[in-house]
């Protein structure tokens, strides 16, 4: 995620994805025009890049020209098309290729075909890096479209917010959606990981589980999982950096999430200030921290019955179980204080059925979804 101005933009097309379209669009325009001499009519300020890298995968003799329109304001169209550099005059009998970075309701495009018809061109054909159908309501045929995409502000590649983003080499979209970031905590046998899973499907949310995430990159033998392996054989603890990595690697692999639940992280008021600037760093932040609270001896009886089940030694002694509970105490009451601080902290009664305990926590979620509409 990046920020510009007061907008956070999410990724979506790499710049290799780009640079694949544009060649593609490139030699199609060469096999069409190879017996000529064509004239590439570049729009300013946004096609500049389109027009540079669509150049460079022309193998054919052309000529380049550019004139300069505008109709933005922000994040919307005017509706008014101003003429800011005319188009050249020695394009009579020449075939010329008008070179947009996008097109969405074609405003600037009727002014461009308009401005053309007045040079006496012998004819003309129009490209565009992307196109939005769904708003695109003009009488002129696009002869050459890179790619087709939904009707959402994008930044990047030549286009820009306010000025801002034409430099970047990938394409973001607009993030126009409400996030929900949550950190869960548990007592063992609390129930964390049946209420992630519900509560995921529930609100389109990405579990993140640190144990998980550890396990997957050491097993895979990433930089990262060879890192933190390094210092698990020293008994050493891994540092927060490596984690931290490891949490952003996966936000990465899901820029379309609606949010996420961080399970097992934080675990220190250091790892939780870590996780404040990871995220706002991506235009995100923290909403809500949840903990499902339940009594001791009830979590006892819950795990010694599970290690029956599942084999584990530490949920088959008592002393043991007692002890992970002291030691999760003591680490989350400095937590508790660093999100009561935030106004972030929620405590959910973790004893019942399931669905009730869903329930509980719902009632949380929607209200954090309420008030960020």
């Known amino acids: 995620m990046i920020r510009l101005k007061d907008k956070y933009f999410k990724p979506y097309l790499t710049e290799d994805k780009v640079q694949e379209i544009v060649k593609k669009v490139a030699l199609r325009i060469a096999e069409d025009h190879k017996d000529e001499v064509p004239v590439f009519v570049g729009v300013l300020n946004g096609s500049f890049m389109f027009v540079a890298d669509l150049l460079k995968h022309y193998p054919y003799p052309c000529e380049v020209a550019f004139v300069k329109l505008a109709s933005y304001a922000g994040l919307t169209s005017t ?29 600037t495009l009727e002014k461009l075909v308009d401005m053309l018809e007045q040079t006496n061109v012998k004819k003309y054909k129009i490209v565009s890096l992307l196109l939005k159908p769904e708003v695109y309501n003009g009488d002129y045929d696009i002869d050459y479209v890179g790619l087709e995409i939904p ?82 054989d020293q008994g050493q603890l891994v540092p927060d950096a490596v984690t931290i990595g490891m949490l952003e690697a996966e936000v990465d692999k899901n ?25 706002e760093g991506k235009g ?22 599970r290690g029956k089940v599942s084999g584990r030694t530490d949920d088959q002694d008592e002393t043991k179980i007692r002890a992970r509970f002291e030691e999760y105490t003591q680490k ?32 949380i979620i929607d209200g954090l979804v309420a008030v960020n509409k």
């Open 284 to 305: 995100m932040k923290i909403d809500a921290t949840i903990a499902l609270e339940a009594d001791n001896d009830i979590l006892t009886a819950r795990l010694l019955e």
């Open 151 to 232: 009707n959402k502000f994008v930044v990047g590649y030549g286009l820009d917010y306010d000025e801002l983003g034409r430099n970047l080499q990938e394409i973001y979209q607009l993030n126009d959606t409400d996030m929900i970031n949550l950190v869960l905590f548990g007592k063992p046998g609390a129930g964390k990981g049946t209420q992630a899973t519900f509560l995921k499907e529930k609100y389109n949310l990405v579990h993140i589980s640190t144990g998980d995430l550890f396990r997957y990159n050491i097993k895979n033998g990433t930089d990262l999982g060879n890192e933190a392996k390094s210092y698990i």
């Open 79 to 107: 509706g008014l098309v101003q003429t800011l550099l005319d188009m050249p005059e020695d394009l009579e009998g020449r075939t010329v290729l008008i070179v947009e970075d996008i097109i969405d309701t074609g405003k």
């Open 332 to 363: 989350t009451a400095p937590l508790q204080e660093f999100y009561t601080a935030q106004d972030k902290f929620h405590s959910v009664d973790g004893i019942g059925a399931i669905e009730e305990i869903t329930g509980r926590l719902a009632v």
């Open 255 to 279: 820029p379309n999430a609606q949010g996420f639940i961080f399970d097992g992280f934080p675990r220190t008021t250091a790892q939780a200030e870590a996780l404040d600037t990871f995220l």
